[in-house]
């Protein structure tokens, strides 16, 4: 444990980064999900478009790298493509 005031400080603000940044990635891992595992057409691009906004507002807050983004982006119009 800390015992200077500052990397006290420095402990709590990574603590609180680290909260949110796991809750934006569980998310975003559950938004891919119902994209993958939508029955329907219509309900799968429902659920794509949530999770392209949720990929691209991690990837610009470096939740996830902007390659990886932009994969998970491609693989799920490619499916998107097949249940149509």
């Known amino acids: 444990m800390p015992r200077i005031r500052s990397a006290k400080k420095r402990l ?3 603590r609180g980064r680290t909260a949110q940044n796991r809750r934006q990635r ?3 891992r559950t938004a ?3 994209v ?3 029955t329907t057409a219509a ?3 429902a659920a794509y478009k ?3 906004e949720l990929l691209d507002r991690a990837a610009r807050r470096n939740i996830v790298h902007r390659n990886a983004a932009a994969r998970q982006k491609s693989r799920l ?3 998107l493509k097949t249940k149509a």
């Open 43 to 45: 309900e799968a691009l």
């Open 50 to 52: 949530t999770a392209e």
């Open 36 to 38: 993958r595992l939508a």
């Open 26 to 28: 569980a998310a975003l």
């Open 32 to 34: 891919l999900k119902k």
């Open 12 to 14: 709590r603000q990574a």
């Open 77 to 79: 119009q490619k499916l």
